[in-house]
């Protein structure tokens, strides 16, 4: 059974920082990229990071410099480092493949990151 589990998320100062860690299981992990995505309440579920099998990344503009995306394959986790955060980064944040791929599966539970002003 495939199981996402996301973690790291928490209520932070702006400015602050969180490591965010995505464990996933019953998929081909190291064979698919992976991306972090965000959901703000009543806005749309969006990409902000995606890492390739080998390691390039892509990052969303409002995040680029800030966050940075990671995987550690051995362990089928995806991690997200977010710094020098600020309150328009306050979301759900939630790990999966990338749409139309074989990494591609069902939505975890996410993970509440808040940042207050």
């Known amino acids: 059974q495939v199981q996402v589990v996301e973690s790291g998320g928490g209520v932070v100062q702006a400015g602050g920082s969180l490591n965010l860690s995505c464990v996933l299981s019953?998929?081909?992990?190291?064979?698919?990229?992976m991306g972090w995505y965000r959901q703000a309440p009543g806005k749309q579920r969006d990409m902000v990071a995606q890492?390739?099998?080998?390691?390039?990344?892509n990052y969303a503009d409002s995040v680029k410099g800030r966050f940075t995306i990671s995987r550690d394959n051995a362990k089928n986790t995806v991690y997200l480092q977010m710094n020098s955060l600020r309150p328009e980064d306050t979301a759900v944040y939630y790990c999966?493949?990338?749409?139309?791929?074989?990494?591609?599966?069902?939505w975890g539970q996410g993970t509440q990151v808040t940042v207050s002003s």
């Open positions: 999966n493949g990338l749409p139309g791929t074989a990494g591609w599966g069902s």
């Open positions: 019953g998929r081909i992990f190291r064979f698919n990229a």
């Open positions: 890492i390739t099998t080998s390691g390039n990344t």
